[in-house]
């Protein structure tokens, strides 16, 4: 009975140890230099936008394994039209709203043909990711336009002094990411507590006690190690706060709304979603609107992490996203998968791919290696299915 | 006394934690027909995979004496070469492929890397006339209807020159003439001396054409009788089956009081989504009361769930007209949401297809058609979740380890209580119940049949389509006949048995 319990939580941690491993590897291989403070917040701002596009793949494979292939070129779009706004010297808040405004515009112009017109979603994002491209040149007119509104990289991250400023005035150490990885912690071992005390009087099945226990110290010890290492360094990037709201507010979406609850069943079975009175058009346009608004927000942060917009940004973001997803545990036939399960693939990839760069790898063989964790991470979910049957 | 080709000796399998066969023993003679029935779950398939070789030699113990020599298969081509082929329940058969191609698929004629497609489809075309099948080999699967595809399997069969031939289930998804034809062909070969083994469930096709009957239970042979030396009743061989004597298949419904009509449907006419100028419904009128059990009795194709279906807010067919009035009230339901709204419950009869979400759990299945009412703003209520499905575990008496059991590890009994606490929790008037006991073993029925008796007696009323005659005259107060898209006749249940039933629907005409 132990025994079988403890296979189960291997299997259901496995990406987490894998990454446990992959970072090991790295400290190992890089003489700690993957876990400088530095190279985490780098990690951070590198890999806003796989976290923000793999939120929006996420809901799109969640409904049957679709994917959306043209996130890559409308980063690209969006941020264009948001860098020329900027380069006339127009306020930077008009520009942001605007470039989420048109990514929601083009995600409902998808959504419309995949969730109303039954346009294929491999076929209707395919034909967005060639228009998009076209229509950043178009918009750049080919050029690179650089973004120099300071309060817009601020904001969104790019820069030098991309950082939420020190308000508690530390010197060596940025007190207020100390100060805010310690509320972070607390508000996490809280609500796990309170969280076990409801069910624990409401007669539910918990967790067992060991478990939740060592689970919930290490990732307080996690959080609490991670913003001290920033605090070491220039504190809480910019880019992190986009992230934490993303991810909270879509762990959220999934987990406890009804139209979450629908993206899961649209794609465990269609059908009986249909005829259980769910409008099922809405809810495949629900993920692809959504995912034009978050192509949108990465499209922000993009230009803002790299000072400009040039007419090749954001080519292969739609593959990192998808690849995020399904070495975090999405299925791809859909109904399976979760944001947790994404933050831990998108982390992974993101680490293999930095401790790639600090170990000096060519950037042909970095390629290699990502394809082959993506391969082994969906070989290893095939195979444990397996083993149930 | 003939001889005997096949004997299965003590055949035990375990899978992990599980014994499905134990000590199984099993002898066919030469040119006899002998079928094999159980409950779900009995064993019969997995004593027929190993057989075949599905379940190599080595993971079973006993032996398999085939013609008089022990036999070791490792995989299925080994004991489809000594001519022991099985015709699986569900058709394996490639839509876009020809009749020919799929005939020979996986034993392609002509040398190593180059298919002879004239002797293909001349040899295809050998073998269709053998078992009476006037299309061409070159046909596309796809073209032909699922009983001259069963047709094509059993062809498939003889073309790897089966001398014992296994068919499980073969008549399940085909229409009463389909089957008498498919039966008729099975006696047909047994006057050319083929020897054959049929699973089945249906006792009727088992009296018509078996010699003997061996019945399994709980992973045993339970007995083995021998129709053509002694009379063997149906219920004689449930018994058998279940292991009791059911003196009572279906539960009384007692002190039911019926009320008022609470759902009416006048002129009734459904199209064909696909090919619009057929009439799949054809001006169908009827109705049912409070606290009242209607029956729908007809043979698969006559229109019954898409009936159903169209009522329920439109999700089947094109060009809908007629009158649907629930409670006295005249309604449009343009959608299933409509339908749920306006206390109209659908539980399909393909649970898995079109009824759950079998990648989650019980209590996210239960709550789906009904979410509004346990969310506020949008949010979903997890207490109440949780709460409601354990209600309906309880007063349904599902099986399970908790309502957190993903749906997909369940039983088909459990599955289709699920299924029903779903519809339950839309707090429906009108129930319309499609094969609500389709699959699932004689015990599970008897409890859907309670559910169903305390559904009416809480006042709904309840329509239940069921293409088993004893079904429909055990549980309805009322029964109508549908044939070839048309109300055929209306009868009281305490004037209906089957022989006016069937005479309903043979005057009624030969349906397409």
Do not use: R, T
């Given at each position: 009975m132990e025994k079988t319990k403890i296979t189960a939580s291997l299997k259901k941690y496995t990406m987490v140890i894998a990454l446990i491993l992959v970072v090991a590897f790295f400290y190992w291989s890089t003489e700690g230099k993957i876990l400088y403070a530095q190279n985490l917040n780098n990690l951070i701002s590198q890999n806003a936008y796989v976290f923000v596009l793999a939120t929006g793949m996420l809901l799109c494979i969640l409904t049957g394994g679709n994917i959306d292939l043209s996130v890559g070129s409308v980063v690209c779009f969006v941020g264009g039209i948001g860098a020329v706004i900027m380069d006339k010297d127009m306020n930077c808040w008009l520009a942001v709203i605007v470039m989420l405004v048109v990514g929601l515009l083009v995600g409902m112009f998808q959504g419309f043909w995949i969730a109303y017109v039954k346009v294929p979603p491999f076929i209707a994002t395919l034909a967005g990711m060639y228009a998009f491209r076209g229509l950043s040149n178009v918009v750049l007119q080919g050029y690179t336009v650089s973004v120099s509104d300071i309060t817009f990289l601020n904001v969104f991250g790019g820069g030098a002094d991309c950082y939420v400023p020190d308000f508690l005035g530390g010197e060596n150490l940025n007190m207020t990411c100390l100060a805010a990885g310690i509320l972070i912690a607390a508000v996490y071992i809280l609500m796990t507590v309170r969280g076990r005390i409801r069910k624990k009087t409401k007669g539910y099945a918990t967790e067992p006690f060991a478990g939740e226990m060592i689970k919930t110290v290490l990732v307080s010890v996690i959080i609490l190690w991670l913003f001290y290492k920033l605090a070491n360094y220039?504190?809480?990037?910019?880019a992190l706060i986009w992230i934490a709201v993303v991810l909270l507010a879509y762990a959220y979406i999934t987990s406890k709304t009804t139209m979450g609850r629908y993206l899961y069943a649209v794609g465990g079975n269609e059908k009986a979603t249909r005829l259980s009175g769910v409008n099922t058009k809405k809810v495949y346009f629900f993920a692809y609107a959504n995912m034009g608004l978050l192509s949108g927000l990465a499209g922000i942060l993009t230009i803002a992490r790299a000072t400009s917009a040039q007419p090749t940004y954001g080519q292969g973001y739609e593959m990192d996203a998808i690849a995020a997803c399904f070495i975090g545990g999405a299925s791809a036939y859909g109904g399976v998968g979760s944001v947790m399960g994404m933050v831990v693939g998108a982390t992974l990839m993101g680490v293999i791919n930095q401790g790639m760069s600090i170990m000096g790898m060519e950037a042909n063989y970095q390629k290699v290696v990502k394809g082959l964790v993506l391969l082994i991470a969906i070989i290893f979910d095939v195979m444990s299915k397996k083993e149930k049957k | 006394m003939a001889k005997v080709l096949l004997e299965m000796k003590n055949i035990t399998k375990t899978f992990p934690g599980v014994k499905a066969l134990d000590n199984v023993n099993l002898k066919v003679e030469e040119g006899e027909i002998h079928a094999l029935v159980g409950e779900n779950g009995a064993g019969k398939s997995t004593l027929m995979n190993v057989l075949s070789g599905i379940y190599p030699y080595g993971t079973y113990e006993g032996d398999i004496v085939y013609n008089g020599e022990i036999c070791k298969f490792n995989k299925i081509k080994d004991s489809e070469e000594k001519g022991i082929v099985i015709i699986h329940q569900e058709l394996a058969l490639v839509p876009y492929m020809s009749i020919g191609e799929n005939m020979f698929?996986?034993?392609?004629?002509?040398k190593k890397n180059a298919i002879d497609w004239d002797k293909t489809y001349a040899e295809a075309d050998k073998y269709l006339k053998m078992v009476g099948l006037s299309e061409s080999s070159k046909v596309l699967v796809k073209e032909i209807g699922t009983g001259k595809q069963q047709l094509v399997e059993i062809a498939k069969a003889l073309a790897k020159h089966a001398k014992l031939l296994i068919l499980d289930e073969p008549t399940s998804s085909l229409n009463e003439t389909d089957s008498k034809a498919l039966l008729d062909l099975m006696l047909e070969f047994k006057k050319q001396g083929m020897t054959m083994i049929i699973i089945t469930h249906k006792l009727n096709e088992v009296a018509y054409v078996a010699d003997k009957i061996t019945v399994v239970r709980d992973g045993s042979t339970i007995e083995t009788m021998d129709k053509r030396t002694t009379e063997i009743s149906e219920d004689r061989i449930i018994q058998g089956m279940v292991g009791r004597e059911l003196t009572n298949r279906f539960p009384k419904r007692e002190n039911v009081k019926i009320g008022d009509v609470n759902m009416e449907v006048k002129d009734w006419t459904v199209y064909h989504p696909l090919y619009p100028e057929r009439k799949v419904v054809d001006h169908v009128s009827m109705n049912v009361r409070k606290g009242e059990v209607v029956g729908i009795y007809g043979l698969m194709g006559a229109g019954r769930t898409e009936l159903a279906m169209s009522i329920f807010g439109q999700s089947y067919g094109t060009g809908i007209t007629g009158t649907l009035k629930l409670n006295g009230k005249e309604v449009t339901l343009k959608n299933p949401k409509e339908a749920i709204r306006n206390k109209l419950a659908y539980v399909t009869e393909d649970r898995k297809g079109n009824g759950l979400v079998l990648t989650n759990p019980i209590k996210i299945n239960t709550t789906l058609a009904n979410l509004d009412s346990i969310s506020k703003n949008k949010v979903i209520d997890k207490d109440k979740e949780y709460q409601v499905a354990e209600e309906y575990r309880q007063k349904l008496r599902t099986?399970?380890?908790?309502?957190?059991?993903?749906?997909?590890?369940?039983?088909g009994g459990n599955q289709q209580k699920v299924l029903l606490a779903k519809w339950m929790f839309t707090e429906p008037d009108v129930l319309i119940l499609d094969e609500p006991t389709r699959g699932i073993d004689v015990g599970a029925k008897y409890e859907i049949y309670c559910i169903i008796n305390d559904l009416v007696a809480a006042g709904k009323s309840v329509v239940m389509i069921s293409s088993e005659l004893p079904e429909v005259l055990g549980m309805s107060d009322r029964i109508y006949i549908m044939n070839a898209a048309k109300i055929v006749g209306e009868l009281d249940a305490q004037d209906a048995t089957q022989e006016i039933i069937m005479a309903n629907i043979l005057k009624s005409g030969k349906g397409e």
């Open positions: 220039k504190g809480i990037p910019s | 698929l996986g034993n392609e004629q002509g099986k399970c380890p908790s309502v957190e059991q993903n749906v997909g590890n369940l039983s």
